[in-house]
Every structure is written in structure tokens, then in C-alpha cells.
């Protein structure tokens, strides 16, 4: 066992974990963080998506004892104190940017770290930088429009807060 100390969701933790643990299986089986899916884990759709000190990663793919000294944020530390939702979670409700909601949490995490990189992106840029979450249901379009969306909201910070709103166009294209 190796001992590890971290920040989950703002919470610091210290655990003993198997060296072999990945981190998705260290949120959601230690911390009961299952807001954090698991799709595939041949590290494909997506879905297990968290911030590794700001940086989308997918959990799947990462050691929990990598993230050793590390501050990470799930989908479950998005939202403010008072419940109100994270930008980019309230556009993909206004948007419907979602049908079963599976891919849901690593679609929104992704989004974040693409709109932290690129506050405007173009419809093209939005597809490439989701082109690691697959999701099975939506076609992409109303998961793209909610992330332009989102760009006319988000202030770019994980825990941004509302300064306007713009609304997204509707666009054809091949998915993600
Ligand atoms: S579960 Fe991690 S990429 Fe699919
Ligand atoms: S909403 Fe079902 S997989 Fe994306």
C-alpha cells in the first residue's frame, strides 16, 4: 500500500492505496464519487473525465497514486455552495446538450478544460476537443451548441460564475 495526499472536490483527503488503483477506481470506490463514470476503461469514451489540477485527464487512465499531491475536481465539485449549477452544466441544460446522461459528467469536464484553453471556440474546435468523449445518443449537435453557449457565459474558471449569455446556433456536422 502507498500512502497518498490529495484535494478532491476541495476536500483534502489521505488514503493507503494499491499502487495498481486507478484514479476512477479511487473516486468512486473509496470516496464514493460515482457522479465519475467508467465507459470503457480502455481509456476511449471519455466518460471518467476529472481535473487533475485544472487539466482534463481521464481517470481511467491515470494511478491514483499519480495523483499524489494533486488537487482534482469531479463533476460533483462544480457546482457552487448554494447548488447553483456551473455554467457549462447550466447550458447543457438549457441546451439539452444530453439523452441518457451517461457521457454527461466527462462531456461537461472536457468542455470546461476546452473553454479554459479556448474561451471562444469555433464549432470545429468544440468537435475536436470533445473528440475523446463518445457519446452514444445525442449525434453531438445539441452537445455542441451548449458549449457555445456555455462560451458566451463561462468566465473560463472551473468555479466561474455568470456574466451574460449568448445563444448558441444550431450547426450540421459530423460528429465529434
Ligand atoms: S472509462 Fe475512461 S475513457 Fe472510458
Ligand atoms: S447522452 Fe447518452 S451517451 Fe451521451
Redesign the pocket.
Known amino acids: 500500500m502507498t500512502r497518498i495526499n490529495l484535494t478532491v472536490d476541495g476536500q483534502r483527503v489521505a488514503d493507503d492505496v494499491e499502487p495498481r488503483m486507478l484514479l476512477v477506481q479511487y473516486l468512486r470506490e473509496r470516496l464514493g464519487k460515482t457522479g465519475t463514470v467508467i465507459g470503457c476503461d480502455t481509456s476511449n469514451c471519455g466518460a471518467c473525465t476529472v481535473h487533475l489540477d485544472g487539466t482534463s485527464v481521464k481517470s481511467c487512465n491515470v494511478l491514483a497514486v499519480q495523483a499524489d499531491g494533486s488537487s482534482v475536481t469531479t463533476i460533483e465539485g462544480l457546482a457552487g455552495d448554494d447548488g447553483s449549477l456551473h455554467p457549462v452544466q447550466q447550458a447543457f441544460h438549457e441546451c439539452h446538450g ?7 459528467p466527462g462531456m461537461i469536464m472536457q468542455s470546461i478544460d476546452l473553454l479554459n484553453t479556448n474561451p471562444n471556440p469555433s464549432e470545429e474546435a468544440i468537435r475536436l476537443g470533445l473528440e475523446g468523449n463518445l ?4 449525434g453531438y449537435h445539441n452537445i455542441v451548441r451548449a458549449v457555445q453557449e456555455a462560451a458566451g457565459v463561462s468566465t473560463g474558471s472551473t468555479t466561474g460564475s455568470t456574466t451574460g449569455s449568448t445563444t448558441g446556433s444550431t450547426t450540421e456536422g459530423v460528429g465529434a
Do not use: I, M, S
Not at 457519446?135 to 445525442?138: E, H
Open positions: 444530453l439523452q441518457c446522461g451517461f457521457c454527461t457519446c452514444r445518443c445525442t
